[in-house]
């Protein structure tokens, strides 16, 4: 079979085999991995409509209640006809609003309030609840690589087949306990819920997303090479197809030069002199915020295929990307200082998922002593690099390649784990000599 090298029509054939498989396939689970913004939620979204206008009712289940709302929005705008159910918990506040203002969405608490719909919506923690209902005949998990297999297990009796749409790239699922007491076994409650089914179900169908809508083509390869390296994707454009411009000449400082930097090839570093620091260093936290300030005050702005002439880029189109929640606490406080509103800034959990035109991130590593599990997990890395369609500067101290040579991994190796490739070390290594050939020095 001969490669697809349009874009367009390799993603069309890979979502109407999965398609297919789904309607008419016999086996009771498929796997489809996503790289970031490979449409999964379209996927969903199509997937679950499919299924209903074949006669099939089916629940979805998702992982948080933003992407539950969400998946009800987009179902709702796609199908305004289509009766669709919002399983709720009996919280306060327990969905967001905009969904009373849709007349085809039914909202309870209660899984019998709602049986007869065509598509049932919820998290998967509602989901464990429900008791006592028949068993539906179609589920669609979304985010299946954030879910542990005890959540799983937890909902499997509520469905007979089931379509896991997810990243693998992205962060393991959360867990608040130590589990290495599990570690090994076939039913680790803290795997993810797809590695658990695939553990024990190998001949599941799989599938995979092969294009990248988000990513630009100069930031593709990289994060296609780093951290997909068995299942490789490409940008759905091309260089030259997205272009990012200043309306202001650069002032010839760090953050301007870093900016042009980063405007000219997707990707630029800020590295400041080596040092240890704590984690919330106040020179490179400054250092991100003058990055982000100077990006505004500049005139950004964003050309894509998307339309025909630039787009300024505003503040609701940036992002910060943080390994720990006090660095996002002490980026916003100096941005704040800096007079910036409306930028998000965020841990890299928290910005799984979502898409800027800009980001800016500071380095996991940058000015520690030490590498450690934490910071040298791959999927944070994979999420932080991951977010933008034009350029993603980052900020960090000089000497993270000679940390990350004297520290090797120290992790005990346990029997049975599947061991994760690549390691965050590799993938750490081989962004950073990506980033090299973009640098800019400053000292501030």
């Known amino acids: 079979m001969t490669a697809v090298t349009d874009p367009g029509t390799a993603a069309a054939r890979a979502t109407d085999a999965i398609l297919e498989d789904t309607l008419r396939g016999t086996a009771r689970g498929i796997v489809v991995d996503s790289p970031p913004g490979a449409g999964k939620s379209t996927l969903v979204v199509r997937a679950a409509l499919e299924l209903a206008s074949a006669g099939r009712p089916l629940m979805v289940v998702a992982q948080t209640n933003a ?166 994707f490409r940008s759905g454009t091309d260089h030259g197809d997205r272009r990012l411009s200043f309306g202001v000449p650069s002032d010839g400082s760090g953050p301007d030069r870093v900016l042009d930097e980063a405007a000219e090839s997707g990707w630029g570093l800020l ?47 940036v992002a910060v990307g943080t390994a720990h929640r006090d660095q996002a606490a002490a980026v916003r406080a100096a941005l704040a200082e800096l007079g910036v509103t409306g930028v998000a800034v965020d841990t890299a959990n928290r910005l799984q998922g979502r898409e800027f035109d800009v980001t800016v991130v500071l380095h996991p590593l940058s000015g520690r002593p030490d590498a450690t599990a934490f910071h040298l997990e791959t999927g944070r890395l994979c999420v932080l690099a991951s977010r933008h369609r034009h350029a993603c500067v980052v900020v960090c101290r000089e000497g993270v390649a000679d940390l990350l040579d004297e520290h090797p991994s120290t992790e005990p190796v346990q029997l049975g784990v599947t061991v994760k490739f690549p390691d965050g070390w590799e993938a750490n290594h081989a962004v950073l000599a990506h980033l090299a050939e973009h640098r800019v020095h400053w000292a501030p």
């Not at 379509?163 to 680790?188: E, H, M, N, R, T």
């Not at 106040?282 to 787009?311: C, F, I, N, Q, Y």
């Open 67 to 232: 992407q539950v709302d969400d998946l009800v929005v987009r179902l709702a705008e796609k199908a305004p006809g289509l009766p669709v159910g919002r399983l709720h918990s009996s919280d306060s506040d327990p969905y967001d609003k905009v969904l009373d203002g849709l007349d085809n969405v039914r909202k309870s608490a209660k899984a019998a309030d709602l049986a007869g719909l065509d598509i049932v919506i919820s998290t998967a923690a509602k989901w464990a609840h429900v008791k006592n209902v028949e068993p539906w005949g179609h589920a669609i998990v979304d985010e299946a690589y954030q879910m542990r297999s005890d959540a799983l297990l937890a909902v499997a009796g509520l469905f007979e087949r089931a379509l896991f749409v997810g990243d693998p790239g992205q962060l393991d699922p959360f867990s608040i306990v130590g589990a290495d007491q599990w570690a090994g076994l076939s039913y680790d409650p803290s795997a993810s819920a797809v590695s658990t089914l695939l553990a024990h179900n190998p001949e599941l169908p799989q599938h995979r997303l092969p294009v990248s809508w988000r990513l630009p083509a100069s930031a593709a390869p990289l994060v296609s090479q780093a951290f997909y390296p068995y299942t490789p």
């Open 271 to 317: 590295e400041l002199p080596a040092r240890h620091t704590p984690r919330t260093d106040p020179e490179a936290v400054r250092a991100v915020a003058l990055v982000v300030r100077r990006l505004l005050d500049r005139g950004g702005a964003a050309t894509s295929e998307r339309g025909p002439g630039p787009v300024p880029v505003t503040a609701d189109r």
